[in-house]
């Protein structure tokens, strides 16, 4: 299988700074996106170590271990990583007034072969198209999420609630925290749609669906994507992070074709 990535980020309509940040490694199929949170700057600051920390380290574990680690491996590698990070964070905040509580939410997904092992913290989401269907492939760390699940709301009223910033677990809090960690076969043709919740706030599944099953370019549905939140009033930082599983076979016939093989 082969990837191809593209990512953007926008600041958004209302925010004179970006908080979010990305970070991809295309040779190990690193992805790493968050959302940060805090006081002045701080939340830039927050999900700026984590994407550079698990970038640095989970690049070099999988360079090391190659194709040959296997699922659990991946994914006690990447729990180890991201709990590191969560220290130097944590560890920040409680050394330097000026970031106290800060904290950022984490969608982090390891994609080699055919499998993607995927992890995530807060609300950050990763959405996946697989043919035309369309679904969220993240549960959100939130109040909302809690909310739903237990038949207080709908997830219709969900749409409009006061609540919907509020999560229950943040990367950088606490010196400890919980990586929820799966793993998905990936096929050929697949596009997975990591976000931070300035697109998912701002643009409904179905608009979402409908961008990414349209014939643009990967580049311009990452575009699009932004587009659309900030048409619908850009109320937050935007991040988009998309990913499209490729077969090999497609790949060596392109090259072929140009080379006039």
Not at 95 to 106: D, F, K
Request: net charge negative; aromatic share 4%; hydrophobic share 40%.
């Amino acid at each position: 299988m082969i990837y191809e990535i593209c990512a953007e980020t926008d600041p958004g309509l209302a925010r004179d700074n970006n908080e979010d940040a990305i970070a991809f490694d295309l040779s190990t199929g690193l992805c790493i996106l968050a959302d940060g949170m805090g006081g002045y700057n701080a939340g830039e600051v927050a999900s700026g170590m984590a994407t550079a920390f698990i970038e640095s380290e989970m690049s070099r574990w999988l360079a090391q271990a190659g194709l040959d680690a296997n699922s659990k491996e991946v994914k006690r590698a990447l729990e180890i990583c991201v709990q590191n990070a969560n220290h130097s964070i944590f560890n920040a905040a409680n050394s330097n007034p000026q970031y106290t509580g800060m904290g950022t939410t984490l969608v982090v997904g390891v994609f080699q072969a055919g499998r993607l092992v995927l992890g995530h913290i807060g609300d950050s989401r990763c959405y996946r198209l697989r043919g035309d269907t369309f679904e969220q492939i993240t549960k959100d760390h939130s109040l909302l999420q809690e909310q739903i699940e237990a038949g207080l709301i709908t997830p219709e009223q969900a749409l409009t609630s006061a609540n919907k910033n509020l999560v229950t677990r943040a990367l950088g809090v606490e010196d400890a925290v919980l990586l929820d960690v799966t793993e998905h076969r990936v096929d050929a043709g697949d596009i997975y749609v990591m976000c931070s919740d300035g697109l998912s706030d701002m643009v409904r599944d179905e608009a979402l669906a409908d961008i990414m099953l349209s014939r643009a370019t990967l580049e311009q549905k990452c575009t699009n994507l932004i587009s659309a939140a900030n048409a619908n009033g850009g109320r937050d930082n935007i991040s988009v992070l998309l990913v499209h599983a490729v077969e090999p076979t497609v790949k060596r016939s392109l090259l072929s074709r140009i080379m006039g093989k």
